[in-house]
């Protein structure tokens, strides 16, 4: 469901978009955009990226068209709607926040959102999405490049309602059915997930004291009827601050069904 909110301003703006005057459709999906900007963090939602970048889209959406004449918009606002949100997906990934991740980190514990296979799928999966909204933008672009004439509205050109229409909305399908496989993934690789911890240690601690402590520590963070196994302690603990003689040492751990 977070997700579905999260394209709300775009789907806006392409459900209106021919439907009403292009100003109104802008600034309902601006509207839409500084709403879902405003109240996400007073209900801890997840999805900054999309909304900062759908606020940014449309506010640049609105201003372009009061300045533009109708036969600029008709050829020309719907790549540059499908361009606003691969550019927000791809900058999110490429500073390290991905709007998959946003969102799938929702309602999910530390230890599973901490995961190097959380990361990567939900980076993998967000990676998918920038092809696919790559790939709307330059289907949507195809018909202004190549028509002088060409119009969202019309129907009748094959090569226009195709591009403008058919293609960018059947990859948003096929990006669709491939965020259901993350929950299905996440799942199938639940018993091979590594988890990270932390846990304290006196500084003089030997070896086999520290490899105590840490199972003892995440025997304590698993569920009821799981137990952990394969535990690992770093090579290098961090001294606490103000107690030297303690250091805080990462660990990694397997989960499983208790036996």
Known sequence: M??????????VYWILMGNVPFLLAAVAALLVAVAALLLGPARHAPGRTLDIGAAATFAVLTVLTLLVGDSFAERWLAPLSFAGIFLTALVGVLTKHPFVREFAAAGQPREIVDTDLFEQ????????????????????AIPPLVRSDASILDTETPLTFVCYWLIPFLLVAAGAMASRVLPDRMMA???????????????????DELYYLAQEHVNREVGA???????????KGTPLVGDESRQSWPATYKVRERR
Do not use: C, H, N
């Open 121 to 140: 799928i939900t980076v993998r999966l967000t990676w998918i999405w920038v092809g696919v909204f790559a790939a709307m933008a330059v289907s949507a």
């Open 2 to 11: 977070g997700i579905v909110l999260g394209f709300a301003p775009w789907v």
């Open 189 to 207: 690789g639940a018993g091979d997930i590594t988890r990270k911890t932390t846990f304290v240690a006196y500084s003089e601690a030997a070896i």
């Open 225 to 235: 009827g799981q137990e952990a196994y394969s535990v690992q302690v770093g090579g």
